[in-house]
């Protein structure tokens, strides 16, 4: 009766060999929900990276769009202070809604209370490329390709991590052509197709 220790005979390949000495085919993951930063240097250098990125509005009695969330951050590229609205990359093993719920929290907080649709469809997807002039919008870090939203919240909301503030703005004080272009990456032809989505285009 073979113990633990013997020796098992593949019916495959018709070699002895030890159970417990094979090696594993599995790198171990040390950072399973992202890559460490020299990694992920690298791979946005060579891959599209995937993000979700949302425009909070505040809705009306009426039902219609009466305030669009703007955030006031950093920009990833340059440094330099920009409107913005949220973004982050979606994690390995991370559904879309989960990777839309956790940044909505992450830059409005936990009692914005988002309302998200059974169908978590997006009303665009963007693409930014690292070199200027292929598309309106550019990311010098990389190439990546995002799910935006239109994301109505319903409670409180207070800028987190490294948003530093958030405005609200009616939708013709926001397609102020200035005010579109201070916006972050060229993510101000976002804002203007979210405006023709909800039938507001000025």
Same mark, same amino acid.
């Given at each position: 009766m073979a113990t633990v220790d013997s020796p098992r005979i593949s019916p495959t390949h018709g070699f002895m060999r030890h159970t417990r000495d094979m090696p594993s085919v599995r790198t171990p993951d040390p950072n399973p929900g992202w890559l460490p930063e020299f990694q992920l240097e690298e791979t946005r250098a060579r891959v599209p990276i995937l993000y979700v990125e949302a425009i909070p509005v505040q809705i009306d009695d009426l039902g219609r769009v009466d305030r669009i969330g703007v955030l006031l951050r950093g920009s990833a590229s340059t440094g330099e202070l920009n409107h913005s609205f949220i973004s982050g990359r979606v994690l390995h093993g991370e559904s879309?809604?989960?990777?839309?719920?956790?940044?909505?929290?992450?830059?409005?907080?936990p009692t914005a209370f988002p309302q998200l649709s059974a169908d978590i469809v997006p009303f665009t997807v963007a693409e930014y490329f690292p070199l200027p002039g292929l598309s309106p919008l550019h990311d010098?870090?990389?190439?990546?390709?995002?799910? @935006?939203?239109? @994301?109505?919240?319903?409670?409180?909301?207070?800028?987190?991590?490294?948003?530093?503030?958030?405005?609200?703005?009616?939708?013709?004080?926001?397609?102020?052509?200035? @005010?579109?272009?201070?916006?972050?990456?060229?993510?101000?032809?976002l804002v203007k197709q979210a405006l023709a989505h909800l039938g507001l285009s000025f």
């Amino acid at each position: 009766m073979a113990t633990v220790d013997s020796p098992r005979i593949s019916p495959t390949h018709g070699f002895m060999r030890h159970t417990r000495d094979m090696p594993s085919v599995r790198t171990p993951d040390p950072n399973p929900g992202w890559l460490p930063e020299f990694q992920l240097e690298e791979t946005r250098a060579r891959v599209p990276i995937l993000y979700v990125e949302a425009i909070p509005v505040q809705i009306d009695d009426l039902g219609r769009v009466d305030r669009i969330g703007v955030l006031l951050r950093g920009s990833a590229s340059t440094g330099e202070l920009n409107h913005s609205f949220i973004s982050g990359r979606v994690l390995h093993g991370e559904s879309v809604r989960s990777a839309l719920m956790r940044n909505l929290e992450k830059d409005l907080g936990p009692t914005a209370f988002p309302q998200l649709s059974a169908d978590i469809v997006p009303f665009t997807v963007a693409e930014y490329f690292p070199l200027p002039g292929l598309s309106p919008l550019h990311d010098s870090r990389q190439h990546a390709v995002a799910l @935006v939203y239109i @994301v109505p919240v319903a409670g409180e909301c207070a800028p987190r991590q490294d948003a530093l503030e958030l405005m609200w703005m009616t939708p013709e004080d926001i397609s102020d052509p200035r @005010v579109l272009d201070d916006f972050d990456g060229g993510r101000g032809f976002l804002v203007k197709q979210a405006l023709a989505h909800l039938g507001l285009s000025f």
